[in-house]
C-alpha cells in the first residue's frame, strides 16, 4: 500500500484543494453519528482519523479515485451525511474517505414524468426545497432529513415518516449510476419498472458502499398533495393499536405517515395514558374525508378529534437534540434500534423483548412505537435510555439481548439503518450462512481487490 | 452568555439539524465549516489541539446555525470566544460629536469615518454625533449591552443591519435612513438597471418583510433579492480570503454582476467591491444623493 503515491496522484488529479490531509480537515470524518463513537467523544475520547480526504467534483473522478485506489492497495469508504448510527461511513486509520458532498447538482431528467437527476451529495432538504418552489416533493422525511443526503440514504435503504403513503427509497430509485471498483461506471437508466434480469439498481440500493460509489439517482417526485390532514386516536394498549393498525392497513385505507406508540411512550411524548396513534392522510379531499371516515369505524373513534395530538409531534419531528440533551444532562445516553416483523408475531416479539430489555442492568427505559405498515407485518422501533457510565458494557449488552429477541422471533434484524459496523456480526442471522457467503462473493466479484471498506467480510486490512 | 463548553457540547451531540443553513459550509463543502463540526473541532482546540485553530476562522458569525437551530444554540458565538475575540475591551463605543448647535442630536452609527457630504446633508436639522457601528454590533452580538454615551441624543440614523437591531432595542427614536433618503430622490441613483438587494444573513426574521418593503417604496422593488452571508465577516475574509470570495460568489451566484447591490451590511459591501460589484448601504447613498 502507498498511500503518499496515491495522494499525489490524487492531488494531480483533483487539485490539492480537494485533498484534505490537515488534522483540523480530517477531524470531522472520524465518525458518523454512530452514538457510541458519539458519546465516546463527549467524555473526551477522539475517535481514529482517516489518513486523508478527497473530494471528486465530477462521476469520472469517482471512478478514477477508486482506479488509483486499487494501483495503491489504498482502502476508501465512501461518505454522505454521516448521519448513519451504526458506523457504516467510520473509516479506519489508514482508510481515504471519498466525501461525495462536490457531486451536487439538481436537475429535471425529465420533467413530464416527474423524474430528477441528482448527484450523490445532495442534501435531502435542499433537493426537497428545490422540487417544493415547483409544486412538487419526493415526500421522503426520514427524521434524519435535515442531515442525510441522497447517496448515503439509498445506500442505507432509507425510510421516511410518510412511508405508508409514498414508500422507502427503494420506490423513489428509477434509475442509478455507480462507480464499480471491477468494471467502472454503471449507468443504470431511469425506468418507471423493468424485467430485465437482476434489477441493477436495486442491487446498491442498501449496499452501504460495499459493492460501489453511488454517483447519481434517478428519483420519482409526487405533486405536492391537495389536502393534508391530521388525525389522532388514543386505544387502551399497543396489542389493541397494532391490531387496529393491521386492520386499517388491510383495507388499504392507512394514513400516509401513521405511527402507533405503546403505554411507554405515549405519556412521555403526549403526556396521555393508553396507547396514542397519529396520520396524517394525504391527497384529493374527498378521497382523504373518505379515508378518515373509514378509519374512524375501525378505531372506534373520531380521528379529527386527536389532530391536535398529531400536530404536537409534527412540530418537532426533526428536532432530536432537545430530549438528546435533556438525557446528556442527566447522564444518560439514547439508542434507537429498528426491525421488523410479520404481524403473526410482532407482539409476541413485542412483549419478550421488553420483558429482556427490562432486566438489564443501567437500562432506564425502553419504549416502542411503529411507524412503518405493510401488508405482512410492521416495523418496530425500539427507544432506550442507558446510563453513560460503563457505556461499552451497557450498549452491547442491549444490541446483542434485542438482536437475540429478534433471531428468535424469525424477525428482520434491520428495518431501515442498515448494517454498517454494528450490525455486521449479527448477518447469518438474518440471511443464514448461504446468504452471508453470497453477499461476501458478490463483493469480491464487484470489488476483486477490496478497496471498498473491506473489513466488512472479514477483507485484507 | 452560556459557558462555550456546553454550548460545543450540544452540537456534539447533534447530528447537525441546522448545517444545510450553513453558508461556509454549503458554499466550500468543508465539512470542518458545518456547525456541528465545527463545534467538535472547537472542543479539541480548547482542550489542547491548538493545530485545529485555522477551522475557528471558518465561521463568519452569520447565526444562521442559531436560527435553524431548535435549540437557538449559538456555536458561533463560542467559537469567536475561542478565537479571542470576545469584544471586552470595546464595550465602550466611542461618541463623536461633530457639529454643535441647539439642534436635536442624531447619532449617526456607521462602520465608516465621519463623512462631509452627510454632515452637509443632515447638520443643517440636527446635531450630529458619530460612532463605529462595529464596536456596538461586536459588542451587541457577544451578549453584552454596549455602553453608549447618549446625553444630548434624540435620533439614531444607522444603516447597518448589524447596528440596526440593538439599536432599535434601545430608547431612542431611530431615523430610519429611507425617509432621509426619499428626500434626497435617491431612487435616481441607481439608474435603469434596477438594483440586487442584499439581506444580510443576521437580520432577524420578523424584520426581514418590513425592511424589505420599506427599501423597495424608497428604491423601487429590487430586481432580485439575495438572502445570507457574502462572508464579510468573523475575520473570515482576512484568514481565508480565497474562501471568503467562494462563498461571496456562492450566495451571489444568481444576480447579474453588472447590477449595483444595495446591502444592509458594510462588510458584505467590502467583500463586494473586491468582487467587482458596485455595492452600497444606505449611508453611502446618502452621500451620493446629496453629492449630487
Ligand atoms: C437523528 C437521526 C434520525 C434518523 N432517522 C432515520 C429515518 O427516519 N429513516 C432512516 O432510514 N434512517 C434514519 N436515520 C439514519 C440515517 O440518517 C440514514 O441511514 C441515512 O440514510 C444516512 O445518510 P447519510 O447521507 O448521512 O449517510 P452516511 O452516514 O454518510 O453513510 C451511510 C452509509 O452509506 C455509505 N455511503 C454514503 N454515500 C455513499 C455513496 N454515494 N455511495 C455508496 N455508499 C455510500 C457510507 O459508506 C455508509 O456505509 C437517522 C439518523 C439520525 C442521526
Ligand atoms: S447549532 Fe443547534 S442544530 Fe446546529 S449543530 Fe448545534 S445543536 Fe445542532
Ligand atoms: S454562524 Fe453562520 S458561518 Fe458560523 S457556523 Fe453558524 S451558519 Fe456557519
Keep these: ?461 | 452568555m452560556t459557558e462555550p463548553r456546553n454550548v460545543l457540547n450540544m452540537c456534539v451531540l447533534c447530528p447537525g439539524i441546522c448545517v444545510t443553513e450553513c453558508p461556509v459550509y454549503m458554499a466550500t463543502h468543508i465539512r470542518a465549516s458545518a456547525p456541528n463540526n465545527l463545534a467538535r473541532i472547537a472542543l479539541k482546540f480548547m482542550e489542547g489541539s491548538k493545530d485545529m485553530e485555522d477551522a475557528l476562522w471558518l465561521c463568519t458569525g452569520c447565526r444562521s446555525c442559531e436560527y435553524a437551530c431548535p435549540m437557538g444554540n449559538k456555536v458561533w458565538e463560542a467559537v469567536r470566544v475561542l478565537r479571542g475575540q470576545e469584544y471586552i475591551s470595546s464595550t465602550e463605543a466611542r461618541v463623536e460629536r461633530l457639529t454643535n448647535n441647539s439642534k436635536p442630536g442624531l447619532l449617526v452609527v456607521s462602520p465608516s469615518k465621519p463623512n462631509v457630504n452627510i454632515v452637509k446633508t443632515l447638520g443643517g436639522d440636527y446635531s450630529l454625533y458619530w460612532v463605529d457601528s462595529g464596536v456596538i454590533s461586536e459588542t451587541y452580538w457577544s451578549g453584552r449591552n454596549p455602553i453608549l454615551n447618549l446625553n444630548g441624543i434624540e435620533f439614531i440614523l444607522a444603516d447597518d443591519m448589524d447596528a440596526l437591531t440593538p439599536l432599535s432595542l434601545s430608547e431612542k427614536r431611530l431615523v430610519s435612513p429611507l425617509k432621509i433618503l426619499k428626500s434626497l430622490g435617491a431612487k435616481r441613483l441607481l439608474g435603469d438597471n434596477g438594483y440586487t438587494l442584499h439581506i444580510p444573513c443576521k437580520t432577524p426574521r420578523e424584520y426581514r418583510d418590513d425592511i424589505i418593503g420599506g427599501i423597495s417604496q424608497v428604491l423601487g422593488s429590487p430586481e432580485s433579492i439575495v438572502e445570507g452571508c457574502v462572508a464579510g465577516g468573523g475575520g473570515l475574509p482576512v484568514k481565508h480570503p480565497d474562501l471568503a470570495r467562494e462563498i461571496a460568489m456562492y450566495t451571489m451566484r444568481n444576480t447579474n454582476p453588472g447590477r449595483p447591490v444595495v446591502t444592509l451590511c458594510s462588510n458584505a459591501k467590502m467583500l463586494l467591491r473586491k468582487l467587482g460589484y458596485q455595492s452600497l448601504t444606505l449611508l453611502d447613498l446618502i452621500e451620493e444623493a446629496a453629492q449630487r
Excluded at chain 1, 476508501?76 to 467510520?90: K, M, Q, R
Excluded at chain 1, 428509477?174 to 434489477?199: D, T
Design chain 1, 1 to 461: 500500500m502507498s498511500l503518499d503515491k496515491f495522494f499525489e496522484e490524487a492531488t494531480g488529479l483533483l487539485g490539492s484543494r480537494w485533498v484534505l490531509l490537515s488534522d483540523w480537515q480530517r477531524y470531522p470524518y472520524s465518525r458518523d453519528y454512530w452514538p457510541i463513537l458519539v458519546y465516546k467523544e463527549l467524555s473526551g475520547g477522539r475517535a481514529s482519523l482517516p489518513s486523508g480526504v478527497v473530494l471528486p467534483g465530477s462521476e469520472g473522478e469517482v471512478v478514477e479515485l477508486l482506479e488509483l485506489a486499487g494501483r495503491h492497495g489504498v482502502q476508501i469508504v465512501a461518505y454522505g451525511g454521516g448521519s448513519g448510527v451504526l458506523g457504516g461511513a467510520v473509516p479506519d486509520k489508514n482508510w481515504v474517505v471519498m466525501d461525495l458532498s462536490r457531486l451536487d447538482w439538481i436537475d429535471w431528467y425529465d420533467e413530464e414524468s416527474g423524474i430528477v437527476d441528482v448527484g450523490a451529495g445532495v442534501y435531502l432538504k435542499t433537493l426537497e426545497e428545490w422540487l417544493n418552489k415547483q409544486g412538487k416533493t419526493l415526500r421522503h422525511f426520514p427524521q434524519s432529513f435535515p442531515e442525510a443526503v441522497i447517496g448515503g440514504l439509498i445506500s442505507t435503504r432509507s425510510i421516511g415518516q410518510y412511508s405508508t403513503g409514498y414508500g422507502g427509497i427503494e420506490d423513489l430509485v428509477r434509475g442509478l449510476n455507480v462507480a464499480v471498483p471491477s468494471v467502472g461506471l454503471v449507468r443504470i437508466k431511469p425506468s418507471p419498472r423493468r424485467s430485465v434480469l437482476l434489477p441493477l439498481e436495486q442491487m446498491f440500493i442498501g449496499g452501504e458502499g460495499l459493492y460501489g460509489v453511488i454517483t447519481r439517482a434517478y428519483l420519482s417526485a409526487y405533486d405536492l398533495p391537495e389536502c393534508s390532514e391530521k388525525v389522532g386516536w388514543i386505544s387502551a394498549s399497543f396489542k389493541n393499536s397494532l391490531g387496529n393498525a393491521r386492520s386499517i392497513v388491510r383495507r388499504r385505507i392507512p394514513p400516509d405517515l401513521f405511527r402507533v406508540y405503546d403505554e411507554k411512550e405515549s405519556p412521555l411524548h403526549f403526556g396521555v395514558d393508553g396507547s396514542v396513534s397519529i396520520g396524517v392522510v394525504e391527497g384529493e379531499c374527498n378521497v382523504v374525508e373518505a379515508k378518515i371516515e373509514g378509519i374512524g369505524k375501525i378505531v372506534n373513534a373520531d380521528p379529527w378529534e386527536g389532530a391536535e395530538l398529531a400536530d404536537k409531534w409534527l412540530s418537532k419531528r426533526f428536532n432530536v437534540i432537545s430530549d438528546l440533551w435533556k438525557l446528556y444532562e442527566l447522564g444518560m445516553g439514547f439508542e434507537t434500534i429498528e426491525i421488523s416483523v410479520p404481524w403473526g408475531s410482532a407482539y409476541d416479539l413485542y412483549d419478550s423483548s421488553m420483558k429482556s430489555l427490562g432486566k438489564l442492568d443501567r437500562v432506564f427505559f425502553t419504549g416502542v412505537h411503529a411507524s412503518h405498515f405493510y401488508q405482512s407485518g410492521v416495523a418496530l422501533y425500539y427507544t432506550i435510555a442507558y446510563s453513560l457510565e460503563n457505556i461499552g458494557d451497557t450498549y452491547n449488552s442491549i444490541w446483542d439481548t434485542l438482536m437475540g429477541e429478534v433471531s428468535k422471533h424469525s424477525a428482520s434484524i434491520s428495518h431501515h439503518h442498515g448494517v454498517g459496523r454494528m450490525r455486521a456480526k449479527y448477518l447469518e442471522a438474518e440471511y443464514g450462512p448461504s446468504g452471508t457467503e453470497l453477499l461476501s462473493k458478490l463483493k469480491n466479484c464487484l470489488d476483486p481487490t477490496s478497496i471498498l471498506r473491506d473489513k466488512f467480510f472479514g477483507g485484507k486490512s
